[in-house]
């Protein structure tokens, strides 16, 4: 590429002298009082030689821990002059470039006494602070006065804090293009220098672009083919990676004016599918387990899931710093599920696959259906269910009276057909998982001739016979008792009135057979007669004999 318009060459290096004809001194214009917050201000604006000048920072980070000054446009330690502790003043550190004339002060100032021509150059300022690192700069020119006579300097406009670039978009993605712009670059620009550092390393210098000659660019060292310049100072990158984040400053010169500015760039992933490790999880109940969400460093958000929904740190959810890692403390059965982790930036999302968590449990207990006790005829058909929650699901096995059917599996299905396969039917519920076991029974009887004693079929044990016995035994008391009661009722009531009338019967005179006289008669029965009944008035009682 051919050159464009040859750089200025350092004309605040220089001092330019003139003498006034008149003999009379015309005051410096003063430097432009209109700068970013955080720039640089001179006091005085233009200072004489044999005077003194005083740069300090107009906006500071709050609670600045260091003010290390430089005689230089960038941070080379052999030409720092100074660090200044706000929180120590009296511990001033003295650099290289020290000349006995330079203090510290509060607000991380600079003074200088007794200025000379040869302090004329570019100073600059790195202020340190908790999560904060700030680079400011200035152009200090100082002044002599010829035949009585005063020098007028330029207007200058000092170093403009590092963030007034824009970039657009605000947060590009790998593959995709960004440019980096100036938000008020000055008037009259005659180059823009870029570079791929905080400072004007020229060993970092990606390009540097002349407006009069925009197609006659300079590329530097640290140019990659795929940065080009543009109006209003910007820089394009085209097709950005991950490894294009970093610090990128600006240095445009104007006549009499020239502003360092710098940004951060950060290019973004889009995010690949986060992995939850492990991949599946097999825990007993009451212990404590741990999941890790596996993404990439470009992921700036994490967030827990279980069955879609967010979880959040609790009494036993405890999350790491970073949301990396889940913890899961006295497990329950509420915690199985489907556990996945979300991972997000600036630019996308991803979940990652589910990641199953199951519980072991159980059994606690078992029951068999249908309840006992069960009475069928021969012939007859039956299925017996064992039931039991437990997980992972249990092995079952089956018993009659005490001896293994060698039956497995939840159901037990058969056909009575003979009185033998009566009696107490036992299923035995295992989960290998817990190593817990949980029985059950029911009674089956096969009513016959030969069928054993109804205890005995019933599997009834001797106090619940003698509980049927005692039962029956009050039963039949209790019906006696109000059989008695109601019979005395009946004895004790008199007629009622409207009853209906009864006969009675009395003893009269015996009379003669007729046809003769009547046969001897064996004594008489002492007991009493009733001889020749007859009814008289129904409403007469009297005794019968």
């Known amino acids: ?64 821990l260091s003010c290390n000054w430089f005689r230089s446009e960038t941070e080379v330690p052999s030409r720092r002059i100074l660090t200044y502790y706000p929180s120590a003043p009296s511990n001033t550190s003295i650099g290289l470039a020290h000349t006995g004339r330079e203090t510290g002060g509060p607000g991380c100032a600079l003074h200088i006494a007794g200025v000379t021509l040869s302090d004329t150059g570019t100073y600059s300022l790195v202020m340190e602070a908790p999560g904060n690192r700030v680079l400011a700069a200035v152009l200090l020119r100082v002044w002599a006065s010829v035949l009585g006579s005063c020098l007028q300097p330029a207007p200058v406009q000092s170093t403009r ?79 950005v990676t991950l490894s294009d984040t970093g610090t990128y400053s600006l240095l445009m010169e104007a006549p009499g004016n020239r502003v360092l500015t710098a940004v951060l760039l950060r290019v973004w992933e889009m995010l690949p599918r986060p992995t939850v490790m492990p991949n599946q999880t097999l825990v007993p109940e009451n212990r404590t387990f741990s999941l890790t969400c596996n993404s990439s460093p470009s992921a ?37 599920g489907a556990y996945q982790c979300e991972v997000g930036n600036a630019v996308s999302s991803n979940r990652s696959e589910p990641s199953p968590v199951t519980v072991t449990y159980g059994p606690d207990s078992a029951r ?25 699901a249990p092995s079952y096995r089956w018993a009659l009276n005490g001896t293994d059917t060698g039956q497995t599996g939840s159901s037990f299905t058969l056909t009575l057909t003979t009185s033998a396969q009566q009696g107490t039917y036992e299923c035995q519920a295992h989960n290998s998982g817990t190593n817990l076991t949980a029985w059950a029974s029911v009674a089956v009887r096969v009513p016959g001739p030969d069928s054993p004693p109804p205890d005995a079929d019933l599997g009834l044990s001797a106090g619940a016979i003698a509980g049927i016995i005692i039962g029956s035994l009050a039963g039949v ?10 019979y005395s009722r009946c004895r004790i009531e008199p007629p009622q009135a409207k009853a209906a009338p009864v006969l009675v019967y009395e003893n009269l005179p015996p009379t003669a057979c007729a046809g003769g006289a009547a046969p001897p008669r064996s004594p008489r029965d002492p007991g009493p007669t009733y001889e020749t009944l007859q009814p008289r008035q129904p409403d007469v009682y009297e005794e019968l004999k």
């Open 1 to 64: 590429m051919g050159r464009g318009p040859p750089r200025p060459g350092g004309p605040w290096a220089r001092v330019l002298l003139a003498a006034s004809v008149l003999g009379s001194c015309l005051q410096p214009a003063p430097a432009q009082s209109t700068r970013p917050p955080g720039t640089i201000v001179l006091s005085p604006p233009s200072p004489v030689v044999g005077g003194g000048v005083s740069l300090a920072p107009r906006d500071p980070p709050q609670n600045v």
């Open 161 to 239: 804090p590092p963030g007034t670039i824009v970039l657009s978009p605000p947060s590009p993605a790998v593959g995709g293009g960004v440019s980096l712009a100036p938000r008020d670059p000055p008037q009259n620009v005659l180059s823009c220098a870029w570079f791929r550092s905080a400072t004007t390393d020229e060993t970092r210098r990606i390009l540097t672009y002349y407006p009069s000659a925009p197609s006659d660019p300079i590329t530097g060292p640290a140019h990659t083919g795929r940065e080009t310049g543009g109006p209003g100072c910007a820089l394009h990158i085209a097709g």
């Open 300 to 336: 700036d958000t994490r967030l827990w899931l279980r069955d879609g929904e967010p979880l959040g740190p609790s009494r036993r959810l405890v999350l790491s710093p970073d949301n990396r890692t889940l913890t899961v403390l006295n497990v329950t059965r509420g915690d199985a």
């Open 368 to 392: 068999i259906d249908p309840p006992g006790p069960i009475l069928l005829p021969l012939g007859s058909p039956l299925t017996l269910t064992c039931v039991a929650d437990s997980v992972p």
């Open 477 to 486: 008391a209790l019906a006696g008792v109000v059989a008695y009661f109601l």
